[in-house]
């Protein structure tokens, strides 16, 4: 709410710093639902060929990062697998393979694609030092929340953003450090820029180990793509799509879907073992999970990081089941609905309950129901009343200040023990998070899935500060060595491989008030963490966002400060009204019915769970909250569920089979 009162008064000063972003000033107003009726924008009849105008065919392409040339955007009712054609107007918005966004022009060393410099044009402090000095570890168990909500998190980050050229888990091909954490003297590669262990380490002196491998993500630089809205510094590329279209899922493009399609009734393609669906084995599961027998389970996903941590695959898994479980339903509902058809709607029904589980049980918890509703993030609906925000003007682009500072922070939440829970909930055992990076095997043996499912919604995550788990701080990775990499800062260093514009600026941009000098900054950040910032720190201005906003004090009612919370909206912001097929919406070629968007609006985390668990029976209905006594454990008979039989199509007799995707089915109300 102070947060609100104060973003208030500095529209006029935000507006004074000639903001860039469109959609920012929406920010500051609440308002009503907008008319059903609403258009935004003209409306398409005729299919264009949108990409033509800026494709230069003589350019020689030398990588296939560059996002594919979609064909001509027709209407369809469904999405397109690489977030072509979403937006109509600008096809490439939001597609797999292209730039994240810019609130603010970077702050590169080079001013076009060095690492960001101290003003005084020295290096800035050590990354690793910083997290050491400024950055604790202490475990604090999360007093409400569970680390449920932590996981969905990572869920939610993984289907907008994946930055090019890394790999987030397994070993990185290219070296700028030995085995053995040595820095490669000579020959090192141009995209490296590893983070350097200070001789004092804690945990690195121990086994001389003197350098983390850090490789730069690339950038529209080193993948020249043809069009012509190259600018005079680098824009990293993300290779995912950024809509919240559950891309993790179907993956990105036809060539990632294919392979873990089954083809067969909608279905997508499951091993199964002992009865319980998972996900395909990998095929090349040496060079992507962290095998200690050949034999091991590696799974193949629509996202590379699936096999990352258990409870990470774990969703993953859910959310896969959660398709196959709609597609049958919908097979038996609809006998006459071929395959692709059966594919299609249930894929469409998943990524709606997705994006309302996101918007109206989990992003509430992160971002405050207040703010969100101020900022026109949700809305109060009743029954299946539809919300008609689409706006084509805004860029659904992942902001580069989201994905590499802003919501990054939530890495705080991680808990480093993971314990298995049995059906009433007592503790059976509990595991070392950094024994199981890419290593999914852990979740398919005996009767795991389900205790560790009902452990990630009985154990508390960890509290929203300035701590975070020794297993990702001193063990990520760690690969069988007795230490790994440190998550924080690699944070760090990628905020300045990314050349992000300082909390400095962030602060002016929304509206927090630029700082003038150190003391400047106590007003979000305590005295004392304040004194450790200018002890490393040559200038208050180099201070970096990832820096300065982990360590604000909260807004009432969210999980992060003014600085971060400003991101964290305006990009939820983008993400909803910048997507064509955003679920509440009732445009008539893309919409659920009202009926059934209202059977839409009763998925919950506690319904995935329990529908897609291998046998939970129980489960509080708030699973993103610890058991408490307004949130209870109850059968999983008493949690509302999604009625599917508003899917069965009336439009045909049952024994017409003659659908193909684009005569999509006229799903009628009953
Ligand atoms: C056990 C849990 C998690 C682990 C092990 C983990 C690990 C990682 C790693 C290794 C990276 C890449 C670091 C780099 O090279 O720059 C990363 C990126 C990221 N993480 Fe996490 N993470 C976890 C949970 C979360 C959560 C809970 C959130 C947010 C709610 C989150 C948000 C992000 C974001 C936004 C990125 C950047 C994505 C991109 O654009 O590439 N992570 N994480």
């Known amino acids: 709410m102070r947060f609100l009162i104060l973003a208030a008064f500095l529209i006029s000063s935000t507006l004074a710093i000639k903001v860039p972003a469109t959609s920012y000033f929406t920010y500051h107003h609440g308002g009503s639902i907008p008319s059903q009726n609403a258009a935004i924008g003209p409306q398409f ?61 970077p702050r590169y060393g080079d001013g076009v ?21 400024v950055f604790g570890e202490s475990d604090v168990p999360d007093r409400g929340l569970t680390i449920a909500n932590m996981q969905w998190g990572q869920i939610v980050t993984h289907d907008m953003s994946l930055t090019a050229g890394g790999t987030q888990s397994r070993k990185h091909t290219t070296r700028c450090c030995t085995d053995d954490g040595k820095l490669i003297q000579s020959g090192l590669h ?57 891309s993790h899922v179907y993956g990105n493009s036809e060539e990632q879907n294919r392979p873990i399609r089954s083809f067969v009734s909608g279905r997508l393609l499951v091993d199964n073992k002992q009865g319980f669906e998972y996900p395909p084995q990998h095929p090349n599961a040496s060079t ?28 993953q898994i859910i959310l896969l089941r959660e398709h196959n479980r709609i597609a049958d339903n919908l097979q038996a509902l609809n006998q006459h609905w071929d395959d692709e058809t059966i594919f299609q709607e249930a894929r469409r029904i998943n990524i709606a309950q997705f994006q309302h589980v996101n918007y109206y049980e989990w992003l509430p918890i992160m971002l405050g129901h207040e ?31 989201h994905a590499t500072a802003a919501f990054r922070y939530f890495h705080t939440q991680i808990e480093g023990q993971l314990d298995f829970v049995a059906e009433e909930r007592t503790i059976s055992n509990t595991i070392r998070l950094s024994d199981w990076f890419n290593r999914p095997v852990v979740v398919e043996s005996g009767d795991n899935f389900d205790f560790l499912s009902r452990g990630m919604t009985t154990q508390p995550q960890e509290t929203t500060d300035i701590n975070n788990d020794v297993e990702v701080k001193h063990f990520l990775f760690r690969r069988g060595r007795p230490f790994g990499l440190d998550l924080k800062a690699f944070d760090i260093q990628r905020n300045r491989d990314h050349g992000l514009a300082s909390y400095n600026d962030f602060r002016e941009f929304c509206g927090v008030g630029r700082a003038h000098g150190w003391q400047d900054f106590i007003d979000f950040i305590s005295p004392a963490n304040v004194d450790k910032l200018k002890a490393l720190y040559e200038s208050h201005e180099d201070v970096e966002l990832t820096v300065g906003g982990a360590l604000e004090r909260h807004v009432d009612g969210a999980l ?80 509302p569920y999604v009625d599917l039989s508003l899917w069965r199509d009336h439009s045909v007799p049952a024994f017409k089979s003659d659908y193909t995707i684009y005569n999509a089915p006229l799903l009628v109300k009953n």
């Open 45 to 105: 009849s005729q299919p264009v060929n949108y990409y033509g105008s800026f494709l230069d065919s003589s350019l020689k392409v030398p990588t296939q990062m560059c996002p594919p040339t979609p064909p001509p955007c027709t209407k369809s009712r469904y999405r397109s697998l690489d977030g072509s054609c979403n937006n109509l107007y600008n096809p490439s918005w939001g597609v797999a393979n292209s730039r994240y966004g810019r609130l603010l022009t």
């Open 113 to 133: 694609s060095s690492p960001t410099a101290s003003v005084t044009g020295h290096e800035l402090p050590n990354a690793r030092l910083i997290s050491l000095t």
């Open 190 to 246: 141009s995209t490296c820029f590893p983070i350097i262990v200070p001789k004092n380490d804690p945990a690195h002196s121990q086994t001389g180990t003197e350098c983390m491998n850090f490789v730069r993500t690339l950038t529209d630089r080193d993948n020249f793509c043809p069009d012509k809205t190259q600018k005079s510094y680098a824009e990293q590329l993300s290779v995912v799509t950024a809509y919240m279209d559950l």
């Open 288 to 315: 992507t999970c962290d095998l200690q027998t050949p034999q091991e389970t590696c799974y193949l996903g629509g996202d590379m990081r699936i096999n990352q941590n258990p409870g990470l695959t774990i969703m």
């Open 371 to 401: 703010n969100m509703l101020k900022n026109e993030l949700i809305y109060q609906t009743s029954h299946g009343d539809y919300v008609n925000d689409y706006n084509p003007n805004i860029d659904p682009s992942v902001l580069n200040s």
């Open 560 to 639: 992060a400060g003014p600085t971060f919370l400003c991101i964290l909206t305006e990009q939820f912001y983008r993400t909803r009204v910048a997507d064509r097929f955003f679920y509440e919406r009732g445009d008539s070629n893309t919409a659920f019915t009202s009926e059934q968007l209202n059977e839409i609006r009763k998925t919950s985390m506690a319904r995935l769970f329990c529908d897609n668990g291998n046998n939970i029976q129980q489960m509080q209905p708030a699973a993103f909250r610890r058991v408490s006594p307004n949130n209870q454990i109850t059968s999983c008979s008493n949690i």
